[in-house]
């Protein structure tokens, strides 16, 4: 796993919007697409056309403004082939085309060399790409039934879920138990805030999350800051797990 991106919407310590890299023997896939995303990739050298999936959380620019940056590249650098799926909330279709038009009007539609493959998830429910099975949970990060998830993916015996942007929900439980590696949004320290997770919270449900491996990711200013940031493992721009 490689942090292409771990910053919020502001770009927070100058980091670029969230982006994880997971890779196995068979897997090669990412994890939400931020605006900046491609500028990353590109710097930390990452081969986009072995990238077989993209799992999007939500819609927000910083987690789906980077798509049609990475489809423009695949079309006319890139010279990809291989098909590409991307997964996301319900409303994935239109979104996608509504994002690729107010980015590159006429883009949606064009023709290209590889084919491109939209699967919608819905929350409690998973999806088999490839050797990769993905599972949704409900996030809540604007209307309590919003189009945002937070996800479990299971390949090659391993498990990685992360909590999308949300706050504290229940949902986040059944997503993080057990799993090899857990990457949770902790925006503030002990701040609550409406529709983002907070270090407090995690702490406070730890006894029931009980991930093998938790890195914090999407931190405020404020939270990059906090003198707590040292006791825990966080997410840097270009960071590499291994996932044991």
Known sequence: MQFVGCGDAFGSGGRFNTCFHLVGEQVNLLIDCGASSLISMKRLGIDRNAISTIVITHFHADHFGGIPFF???AQFLSKRREPLTIVGPVGLTSWYERVMETAFPGSAGASRKFEL??????PDSSVKVGEA???AYQAVHGPSDGPCLAVRIEAEGRSVAYTGDTEWTPALIPAAQDADLFIAEAYFRDKT???HLSLDAIEAHLAQLRPKRLVLTHMSDEMLQHRDRDNFETAEDGKVIAID
């Open 133 to 135: 099975t993905i599972r």
């Open 71 to 73: 489809i423009l590249d």
């Open 193 to 195: 805030v409406v529709t």
């Open 117 to 122: 493959h939209l699967l919608e998830i819905t």
